[in-house]
């Protein structure tokens, strides 16, 4: 960006109208910040105006009888958490808190950051992602026009699910200015159970059973040894640095969870011993698992770059291991090996072409988190698209934002010049 940038701090959505109208006027690209916790993902934008949303912070409504949530979309993510938590209800799909892992400080950000990001947790396996829990948006097209998709109940869809599209779009599509989610009850206990010492393969198949069993598993993660070594706090408290660790999440009431666990554990004997770890430590460790803590910007990886690799699961082990011999990198595994994040050293392209040659051999595709703005104007940070995926995606952001005002090229590399 150039010295001198253009703040536009909307109060409402008639501000976002005015603007995104204005900016197509001037020819003017904007760039969609709430606190700016995400801007370091994506592709280096070049524009010199900002449209703010921190102002769009209200709750509009909360039924908490209902399981229904309607905030502004620059609500701040830590407080809305804190309003729902106080009603024991929780976002099922667990949304990533990406601060440590971009050294960004604690905040947590905004609802629309987490929703344009659509980065979810480890229980992504079993309650879906960020996008399943969206049940409605008010948002402004690139157009400047305000439109409505979705609505305030489960089941309020005919024809176009468009908010859907909105979910993991990086605010390329639309400005979203309100949204309604689905809130879930939290569970009363959740119960990990701990094997220590497996490969990435056997690994593997421990979380394939996991999941395949009849327990209700809620996560799935592996940290080999080199992983475990970098971390520190609750994953450095269940195991030594020299050995891995294999988790698995069980939720629910108590004396269900219990009797699962016990069972699981029976089930996963073949593949060792499982300890069941205490109920404090339990949660911290899916945090830690979630923010993706072992390669924190102020740990011992912190220079290093971050890909997160998105694979079937069977073969997760497999492409996880090729990378840490191919990059002398190190790897974790969530989401029972489907979802792979992998720090790898310093490089002119952050191993770009390795990285993406292995997980195209699996079947995957892989997207660059962490990078300074040099590494992320080099290469395509985002998976490039095939052909006709690409057209296709083409067509949509033109159906959108045919003027490419909305954070213009922070999804396409050479788009934002």
């Known amino acids: 960006m150039g010295g001198h940038v253009d703040i536009l701090k909307a109060r409402d959505a008639a501000d976002v109208e005015a603007a995104v109208r204005a900016a197509i006027a001037g020819g003017q690209p904007l760039d969609i910040v709430g606190h700016g916790t995400r801007r370091q993902i994506g592709q280096p934008t070049v524009t010199d105006a900002v449209l703010d949303l921190s102002s769009l912070n209200a709750v509009t409504a909360y039924e908490p009888n209902e399981l229904i949530l309607t905030v502004q979309s620059g609500a701040p993510l830590a407080d809305v958490l804190s309003l729902i938590d106080s009603r024991n209800q929780h976002f099922a799909f667990e949304p990533m808190n990406p601060a440590a892992l971009l050294g960004s400080g604690s905040d947590a950000g905004t609802i629309g950051g987490m929703l344009a990001a659509g980065l979810a947790g480890p229980r992504r396996i079993k309650d879906g992602g960020a996008r399943d829990h969206l049940l409605g948006a008010h948002a402004v097209s690139g157009f400047g026009d305000s439109f409505k998709a979705g609505g305030r109940v489960v089941k309020n869809v005919t024809g176009y699910d468009l908010c859907k599209l909105l979910a993991g779009s990086w605010g390329t599509l639309a400005v979203m200015t309100e949204v309604t989610l689905k809130v879930m009850p939290r569970p009363e206990c959740q119960r990990t159970l701990v094997l220590h010492g497996l490969d990435d393969a056997a690994a593997g198949r421990a979380m394939t059973a996991a999941l395949g069993s009849p327990y209700d598993i809620s996560g799935a993660a592996h940290l080999p040894a080199s992983a475990l070594r970098t971390a520190d706090g609750a994953l450095s408290a269940i195991g030594a640095p020299d050995a891995s660790v294999t988790l698995v999440r069980l939720e629910g009431i108590a004396v269900s969870a219990d009797h699962r666990a016990a069972s699981l554990a029976r089930a996963l004997a073949a593949f060792g011993k499982a300890e069941i770890v205490s109920d404090d430590l339990s949660p911290r460790l899916w945090r830690a698992i979630r923010d993706v803590l072992p390669f924190a910007a102020s740990g011992v990886l912190g220079a290093w770059p971050v890909w997160r690799i998105v694979c079937p699961p069977a073969l997760g082990g497999a492409l996880g291991s090729g990378l840490v011999r191919a990059t002398g990198g190190e790897v974790l595994y969530d989401w029972g090996g489907g979802l792979i994040w992998a720090a790898v050293p310093p490089s002119d392209d952050g191993h770009a072409v390795l990285v993406r040659a292995h997980a195209a051999a699996a079947g995957g595709h ?52």
């Open 366 to 417: 892989a997207t660059l988190i962490r990078g300074d703005s040099t590494l992320r104007g080099g290469i395509d940070v985002f998976q490039p698209l095939a052909g006709g995926v690409a057209a296709l995606a083409g067509r949509v952001k033109h159906s959108f934002d045919p003027k490419d005002i909305l954070n213009r090229g922070r999804m396409v590399r050479g788009a934002a010049t």
